[in-house]
């Protein structure tokens, strides 16, 4: 839709762009077991970090689906993997019933396997649109290309007549029917959330017009946001797919505030308890994503920075092709009730995973801060996950003096003269399942033989005996985090 403004930016139409979107769907299904885990016990807790650490026998969303069923009460039998691995393609994710775009004026649903699968039995797949308020208003069964290669390819489609719907936002439904079985209340089902904007193209192509042209002329602070808003609305006019579910609407409207406080020369706000996307400059590798959520306070507030691991398929961190990074908005959704009512800022950071010198871009955020939340920074407290644990722990010399604490989860084991160099900098380690469980013992028992001995004077403890899903350990040691930060910030 914006080719003549950006060709680059266009999506590989091939693997990996399919890799993309599956990786998005398992993030989406892990995210399912997050939420279905809140409230149970620590047996059940045991249980799905077990079943997530195992060995996925080349399919990624074996784990998931064990995980799922587990929780449920149910069989995790062939159908039901089957319907928890199969998702779909949602695009446009904003569909423009007057743009100029053709394939625009039509939301097209295809459904795809993510990894090759033996069917159990032929397949139909039912597509569902429902409106906001829950009324169903298009329903449509795909029976058509439906074996196993096709499904691979994603080639099963149907196409929504979204230009006979009002504006608004719409939710899929995918269920698949297996030989003449329908889908179980208990079983999977794939829904993702649509747009319908008459007008967009034009809005969004003004929009990044805009952007585009004033960014050489911002200062750090303006381009950080300006770019980090324009980013969000590149990423949905192309087809790349987004954390969580689609706010494309939501998007444009924050760009376009944006690009209006800079018309009107009024200094960019971020405000209070949002999530604001940030591109901060980075020396290489493009810029550095973030998502800002600032304090209500106006005085000096704490700041959580955290960073989750590289993409993953399994502990032993096989990973896709694409993403290469996390998208800092998984954390953002993750830790969506994070301390909120201490007031602390929570910077949420795009993983290791693309090249770059991550430290660095870490190092040229946390300067960046200042001018972004003016007289509002006050303590800094790290979390950083796997790659990033591994990354900071060797480099903790060069964040030392700016924090008031760190925790390395899943990684970031340390030489007892690196950990004896930390002095009294607080460092808390957590290991989940599969992940630090043999590295990070080795350390402790340093730590241990040493204050036996009368030596130690420093401050290395777990952070906590529990050893969550290697998946969605940040998440789920989030209440152990802000128990530690709001120690420290105390001191």
Known sequence: MLGAIAPSLLPAQGPIYRERWGFLHLESRRLEVLRELAGRDAAAHERVAGLLAAPDQGLPFAPVAEALAFLRGVEADAAFVLRATLGTFVLPEVCDPDGQNEQCRTTNVSVFAPFAMTFPGPLAFEVVVHDAAGKEVWRHEITDETDEQSVGMGRP?????????????????????????????????????????????????????????????????????????????????????????????????RLERVLQDLDEQRPIVVGSRDDVPLALPSAEGGPFQAVLRAAAATGPRPLVVVAAGAPAYDPGARRPAAPGSRDPGWLALEFAGFARDRDWHLLCLESPGVGRDWLRGLRETLAALPALLPGRVGKVLLVAEREAAAIAALRLGELRDQLAGVVLVGAGAMPGTMLEANGSLPVRYAAGRGVGETTLPPVMAFVDARRQAGLWRGDVAWLTAERPAWCLALPLLAPAIEAFASERFAK
């Open 157 to 253: 489609l149907a196409r929504v007549p979204s230009g006979e719907l009002p504006d608004g936002a719409y939710t899929m439904t995918m269920r698949v029917r297996i030989g003449e079985a329908a889908p179980r209340a208990h079983d999977p089902r794939c829904s993702w959330r649509f747009h319908v904007l008459r007008g967009y193209q034009a809005r969004a192509e003004s929009a990044l017009r805009a952007a585009a042209s004033s960014l050489p002329s911002l200062g750090r602070v303006e381009r950080a946001v300006a770019e980090g808003s324009a980013s969000r609305v590149a990423r949905a006019f192309y087809g790349e797919p987004w954390a969580g579910q689609s706010d494309g609407v939501g998007d444009l409207a």
